[in-house]
């Protein structure tokens, strides 16, 4: 009966190169030049900068660099810090994209603190995201977080936490910020604006009372037939 081996699909730990810096590694278990032949079918080979040869896993993220280092740990960590600047700067168009911003009021910041927990929770100091076109076009095309600082339908007072000022924002372009569940499965209720929590607050208007239709016709004749 046939018998079955798993075979791996990276370098095994075993093979791993010994004395890189030298120039000429070799295999630990083999004692043959690195590397050896088990080894050589995993990985990859391609110039550095510096004319040395890297190693590169064919399904994995390790690399070896033969001979002494090109670069230090200090410049490593000075490119990550560069990568992770770069990937963080946000992209927003030139400043002369948006027209002169008019005058608005400026105020600190409000001291309400208040997180919606269910359908129509929601007061001053909520803070919501603005939807882009609800404010002046001076302020970007882009989304703002603001603080709810008066409630109205249709619009809604709110404090700009970039930079303080306060505008009119139509209710139903406001999203609460981190409210409701944060499960896999949110409740609905989370994707609501401000407008529709608002209605949902709102009591139900009473039925106005049945009239009767033409009361005074039927009464003329009900006097006609006596």
Request: proline content about 13%; some cysteine; hydrophobic content about 35%.
């Amino acid at each position: 009966m046939a018998t079955w081996t798993i075979r791996p699909i990276r370098l095994r730990d075993e093979h791993l190169p010994h004395g890189l810096n030298s120039g000429k590694p070799t295999c630990r278990p083999c004692g043959t030049a690195w590397p050896c032949e088990h080894g050589r079918e995993y990985l990859t080979g391609r110039a550095c900068t510096c004319g040395q040869l890297v190693w590169r896993e064919k399904t994995g993220p390790r690399s070896w660099h033969v001979g002494p280092l090109c670069y230090t740990p200090a410049d490593v960590a000075r490119w990550q810090a560069a990568d992770l600047r770069a990937a963080r700067r946000p992209h927003y168009p030139p400043s002369h994209f948006y027209p002169p911003k008019p005058s608005r009021p400026v105020r600190q910041r409000p001291p309400y603190r208040h997180t919606p927990a269910g359908p129509g929770d929601v007061k001053l100091g909520t803070f919501v995201w603005v939807r882009p076109g609800a404010l002046h076009p001076g302020w970007g095309d882009i989304h703002r977080l603001a603080m709810v600082t008066a409630l109205g339908l249709p619009k809604c007072e709110i404090w700009l936490h970039c930079d303080g000022t306060v505008h009119q924002a139509p209710a139903d372009q406001l999203l609460p910020d981190r409210c409701g569940s944060r499960g896999p499965r949110p409740p609905a209720w989370t994707r609501w604006t401000v407008a529709e929590h608002l209605a949902h607050a709102q009591p139900a208007k009473a039925a106005a009372p049945e009239q009767p239709v033409q009361a005074e016709l039927f009464a003329v004749q009900e006097e006609a037939r006596a």
